[in-house]
């Protein structure tokens, strides 16, 4: 069992920055795959970034060259620094760990991009 907290939300302007933190239970943190996820009103909710296990990342498109995914395994715990924020990124940001057939989700942090 994993247990996945967020923080770092908040309201900010158009331009500004902000950086997203998940603290994460469990011994074998550094196994698994940490993801950051973002559901806006009316929309599904959609994968913005994630990490390997080795470290390996990827990005959605709508974000590549702003956002930025990091892992601190001796923490047990991901980030998401976040630049040149723009209004369509207001979003629930959610936390995600998967190993296998194992799937874990936190509680979800409010990012509002509004001036």
């Known amino acids: 069992q994993v247990q996945l907290v967020e923080s770092g939300g908040d309201l900010v302007q158009p331009g500004g920055s902000l950086r997203l933190s998940c603290a994460a239970s469990?011994?074998?943190?550094?196994?698994?795959?940490m993801g950051w996820y973002r559901q806006a009103p009316g929309k599904q909710r959609e994968l913005v970034s994630g990490?390997?296990?080795?470290?390996?990342?990827n990005y959605a498109d709508s974000v590549k060259g702003r956002f930025t995914i990091s892992r601190d395994n001796a923490k047990n715990a991901v980030y998401l620094q976040m630049n040149s924020l723009k209004p369509e990124d207001t979003a629930v940001y959610y936390c995600?760990?998967?190993?296998?057939?194992?799937?874990?989700w936190g509680q979800g942090t409010q990012v509002t991009v509004s001036s």
């Open positions: 995600n760990a998967a190993r296998g057939n194992h799937d874990y």
């Open positions: 469990g011994s074998i943190f550094r196994l698994f795959s």
């Open positions: 990490i390997s296990s080795l470290g390996t990342t």
